[in-house]
């Protein structure tokens, strides 16, 4: 996904419009037609789908609406059931409960050929004796395709990959990027309506990932099928997703936007998980109606390691009620001058630094405040400084951050 692409929700939407027109215009180009003005792409339901493995319990019950076209991401840590939820969606293995539709239609009872979605699976499984255009053209092959037509759209599909140079080689002459996009392109070539992809990019060095995440986004662009995307590395989750589903042993415990999962985490684990934060217990003192705003509060909290810290929240608290607080270390000011603002809004703390990260374009710091908090700071390095950083171990240093830029959770009686 990138910056001001047009969302796919609502078909009403202009923004949508203009992307399936983008989308019809790429088709015509590689002599295709798409029916309709729709994405070509299926919706995906999963309807309280679990699933265990003798005692254990894989799947919990896991619900999800993917729509149309979407860049979908099942998000979570090694071992939360992710492969497990994309091979019954795939078909190659069944819930013990729940249901799995394409367009509404049950798909359990189908095989994974019938289903109209493809896998890209993380060691690419590619055909070592076959060229890249046979292994490309495998699919087709398998359907009897005849040999013409089913060349030009493997060149097509080489193309679309940008491999038409390589289609000569064979897998072991090809780098890990190029073998990941002849999987790509072999998984595409049958033109499923939804593509599942497995960590595809984990076998990759970072710097290669990156690169093959960007490319991944543009053949989604292109071509306009629902991707459902399987990774636990939450910078690859929020980089390219329409939208994110947290997961954890075996639950969903968010669903949302890369920008919503970020700001607004559901839960602790949620807010640990993705990024990097402060993460305290708190009980509420008081709590104040905002004025002109209709649902949010003015709350006042009392957190042992900190003390008392303001924080605007849309959710209605009780004075005695615990709850957990956070706030993301770039939200926090650092300064070794005291801040002027009076505001009533703005949290102070005095601290000293106890650990800078110094990493070229931003410094973490580690700051001690009243000898039992640690509270981590990012600050960014906006303009350029040829006196060395200005702030260091063991500065005196005070931290603030709006009442607005902290966050409740975890609200417990
Ligand atoms: N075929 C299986 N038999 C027994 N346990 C399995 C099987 N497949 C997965 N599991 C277990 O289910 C859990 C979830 O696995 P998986 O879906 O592969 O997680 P993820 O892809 O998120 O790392 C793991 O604890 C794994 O060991
Ligand atoms: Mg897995």
């Not at 395709?145 to 060149?155: C, E, H, I, T």
């Not at 929240?313 to 270390?329: A, I, L, M, S, Y």
Request: with cysteine.
């Amino acid at each position: 996904m990138a910056l001001g692409k047009p969302r796919r929700e609502g078909i009403d939407n202009p923004a949508q419009k203009s992307h399936c027109t983008l989308i019809r215009n790429v088709f015509r180009l590689v002599g295709r037609e798409v029916e309709g003005s729709t994405l070509i792409g299926s919706d995906v339901a999963i309807e309280g789908v679990s699933k265990s493995f003798g005692d254990f319990r894989a799947l919990n019950n896991v619900s999800l609406t993917i729509q149309k076209g979407e860049f979908f991401s099942l998000l979570g840590p090694s071992g939360c059931g992710k492969t497990t939820l994309l091979r019954i969606i795939a078909g190659f293995e069944s819930p013990d409960d729940g249901a799995v539709t394409f367009d509404g239609n049950d798909v359990l009872g189908l095989p994974p050929n019938r289903r109209q979605a493809n896998t890209v699976f993380q060691n690419y499984a590619l055909f070592p004796h076959l060229s890249v255009f046979e292994n490309v053209a495998f699919p087709l092959r398998l359907r009897k395709l005849p040999r013409s037509q089913a060349d030009s759209q493997v060149k097509e599909y080489l193309r679309l990959v940008q491999l038409e140079a390589h289609a000569h080689k064979k897998p072991n002459q090809l780098s890990g990027g190029q073998k990941q996009r002849v999987a790509i392109a072999r998984a595409l070539i049958n033109k499923p309506r939804v593509l599942l992809l497995d960590e595809p990019l984990s076998a990759l060095d970072a710097k290669l990932r990156q690169h093959m995440l960007i490319e991944l986004d543009q053949i989604h662009d292109k071509i306009g099928i629902t991707f459902i995307y399987v990774t636990h590395d939450q910078q690859e989750a929020l980089s390219v997703s329409d939208h994110i589903a947290v997961m954890d042993q075996g639950d969903v415990l968010q669903v949302g936007t890369p920008h919503e999962i970020y700001e607004s985490p559901a839960t602790n684990f949620v807010a640990r998980f993705i990024g990097e934060t402060n993460l305290y217990d708190g009980k509420v003192l008081g709590v104040n109606k905002l004025p002109h705003v209709e649902t949010e509060y003015m709350v006042e909290l009392e957190i042992a390691e900190l003390g008392r810290v303001k924080v605007t929240t849309v959710d209605e608290v009780k004075p005695g009620q615990k709850v957990n607080f956070t706030v993301r270390p770039e939200k926090i000011m650092i300064t070794t001058d005291k801040p002027a603002s009076k505001r009533e809004d703005i949290n102070h703390f005095q601290g000293t630094v106890d650990e800078p990260i110094y990493s070229g374009f931003q410094t973490k710091f580690y700051v001690k405040v009243n000898d039992t908090a640690m509270i981590r700071v990012i600050k960014q390095h906006a303009n350029y400084s040829d006196e060395g950083p200005d702030i260091v171990w063991k500065d005196s240093v005070y931290l603030s951050w709006s009442a607005n830029d902290g966050y409740i959770l975890g609200i417990k009686e």
